[in-house]
T-cell receptor, first 107, second 113 residues
Framework: KNEVEQSPQNLTAQEGEFITINCSYS?????LHWLQQHPGGGIVSLFM???GKKKHGRLIATINIQEKHSSLHITASHPRDSAVYIC?????????FGTGTSLTVIP | DVKVTQSSRYLVKRTGEKVFLECVQD?????MFWYRQDPGLGLRLIYF???????EKGDIPEGYSVSREKKERFSLILESASTNQTSMYLC????????????FGSGTRLTVV
């Protein structure tokens, strides 16, 4: 049983397309995180949110606490957005991770 | 710029060797973590530490041990490396408290031959 489920697992998009990655979780959380991992392994934190919506550049993250669901949107996608996107939730001091969504944006 | 530094990006070791993976953070974070990441399995917690000289087992501690002698340094030890420990290893740290995010190192890709 996975506490965090992501979809899709793999996603290929044409440059310029609008992209959505979904995350559902089954535990009560204090915050949800979206992480980005580029080829080579390094992980960076994109967003941490506990309600509503956050925007940073072309990235938008939303969360619906009642439905236990979050989405990560990328507008006007670009090849440099190609990466693995990981959803993680924390409950107090415990973190649970999704298995990631591998995004490839083709020029 | 805050950082978590892992000592090696790529490592190749022989079966049976003792392997040390080092992680250092400069943010004075209390909590440090070691994860391994495998295709289709995501990030799995090996061990974590919430204070100097304290350690707790994660989901997959078998075959690993850790050491935290100083607050900034958290070492992962493979006592006798095996081929099923070939993986990407990621160190992370975070401040104690609800809502604080992780800062990750850049990872060590370990191959055991």
């Amino acid at each position: 049983k996975n506490e965090v489920e992501q979809s899709p697992q793999n996603l290929t998009a044409q440059e310029g397309e609008f992209i959505t990655i979904n995350c559902s979780y089954s535990v009560g959380i204090s915050a949800l995180h979206w992480l980005q991992q580029h080829p080579g392994g390094g992980i960076v934190s994109l967003f941490m949110l506990s309600s509503g919506k956050k925007k940073h550049g072309r990235l938008i993250a939303t969360i619906n606490i009642q439905e236990k669901h979050s989405s990560l949107h990328i507008t006007a996608s670009h090849p440099r957005d190609s990466a693995v996107y990981i959803c993680a939730v924390n409950t107090g001091n415990q973190f649970y991770f999704g298995t990631g969504t591998s995004l490839t944006v083709i020029p | 710029d805050v950082k978590v530094t892992q000592s090696s990006r790529y490592l190749v070791k022989r079966t049976g060797e003792k392997v040390f993976l080092e992680c250092v953070q400069d943010m004075d974070h209390e909590n440090m973590f070691w994860y391994r990441q495998d295709p289709g399995l995501g990030l799995r917690l090996i061990y974590f530490s919430y204070d100097v000289k304290m350690k707790e087992k994660g989901d997959i501690p078998e075959g690993y041990s850790v050491s935290r002698e100083k607050k900034e340094r958290f070492s992962l030890i493979l006592e006798s490396a095996s081929t099923n420990q070939t993986s990407m290893y990621l160190c992370a740290s975070r401040q104690t408290g609800v809502g604080f995010g992780y800062t990750f190192g850049s990872g060590t890709r370990l191959t055991v031959v």
